[in-house]
């Protein structure tokens, strides 16, 4: 999970700065061959602040399970998202939502000052999360937030791959993390899709075989036909070798859920070399970080951190908060997980 997450973060920061940029200006800026390394400052979007939340959320969870019976991941998930809404300028009085009457907002990961930063927050994500502070109703696939299938529901759930062993489970229960703020059915299904991509990979198991998993709960949904289409054509792209621009943004922009996958799942495919698949997953004019930090997810789970490219493993933001939630879910889905006073005030069960 270690590769999977800060893979997932160096995509992040390699396309931060070129977000649908068109291609000549990426040219313009970094040369004929577009990205190739961190910038001078690689600092994340809320790409990776999200996946970070929905990490902490995918604890505390499994933290409320073993104390109560109940994991309850949406309704914990959905708390965790307050609490990123708090640190993108909303009072806490205003973010937080019935799930807490606290003053402050509760746990570790959010007395991490760094995290308090506009880092370009999806509309559609900020929107939903202050619709249901203000009201107390949460969305549900059956009771959808929007008509959203903007890349947002997708590119945070890498985590909810942790969240049970069965695939099936793992794509409901992301699916239902990205109806929390997206409506679409592209938007939530490409999630459930991720997730267990995400799962299998984290298991050893292929890409290809990784997506005959997905397929099987994804192609049982209403709504299904534009993923199934995306990662099919994605598949077909990659077969053809030669990466490229042309082909890349054949797939789409990645500002949907289901191109964001497609590319993502393509560049993973097109290349045996990780860093070579971050940098096609980043080169195109669209959603950049959102397609190269779903691809880092992909290519880290597949082959670990040790794949990736030393100097940005060392130089990318959050990676010691990474390392660190990393060794605490090690700790708490562990034979032995902590009982002490402290560990639930840093993981609370809610």
Request: glycine share 10%; net charge negative.
């Amino acid at each position: 999970m270690r590769g999977c997450l800060i893979a997932g973060a160096i995509g992040d920061a390699l396309g931060a700065n070129t977000e649908n940029l068109p291609m000549e200006v990426v040219h313009e800026r970094h040369g004929p061959q577009g990205v190739t390394d961190l910038p001078a400052d690689p600092r994340i979007t809320d790409d990776t602040q999200m996946t970070l939340f929905t990490f902490e959320a995918v604890i505390r969870a499994h933290v409320r399970e073993r104390l109560t019976g109940s994991q309850e991941l949406t309704a914990v998930t959905q708390h965790a998202y307050q609490r990123w809404l708090h640190t993108q300028k909303t009072p806490w009085a205003k973010a937080r939502g019935p799930l807490s009457t606290l003053e402050e907002p509760d746990g570790w990961l959010v007395t991490h000052h760094d995290l308090f930063r506009m880092r370009a927050p999806g509309l559609t994500c900020t929107s939903a999360l202050q619709e249901y502070a203000r009201t107390g109703e949460q969305a549900t696939i059956s009771k959808p937030a929007n008509d959203s299938k903007g890349c947002g529901g997708v590119m945070r759930v890498a985590p909810v791959a942790l969240a049970d062993d069965d695939p099936s489970v793992v794509f409901a229960l992301a699916a239902d993390n990205a109806a929390l703020t997206h409506g679409h059915a592209s938007g939530y299904l490409s999630a459930g899709a991720f997730a267990v991509l995400v799962h299998q990979l984290l298991r050893g198991n292929g890409l290809l075989d990784a997506v005959d998993v997905a397929m099987s709960s994804l192609v049982r949904r209403e709504g299904h036909e534009e993923v199934v289409a995306g990662l099919e054509h994605a598949i077909e792209l990659a077969a053809l070798g030669e990466p490229g621009v042309a082909r890349v943004e054949e797939l789409g922009r990645g500002e949907v859920g289901d191109t964001a996958l497609a590319i993502a799942l393509y560049a993973a495919l097109v290349t045996d070399d990780p860093n070579e698949a971050l940098l096609v997953s980043v080169n195109h004019g669209g959603d950049s970080d959102s397609t190269a930090s779903m691809c880092g997810n992909l290519v880290g789970a597949l082959h670990g951190v040790d794949g990736i490219r030393p100097d940005w493993v060392e130089r990318v933001q959050f990676r010691d908060l990474i390392d660190r939630m990393v060794t605490d879910w090690a700790t708490e889905a562990g034979p032995t997980p902590p009982l002490a006073h402290e560990w639930f005030t840093r993981y609370p069960p809610s």
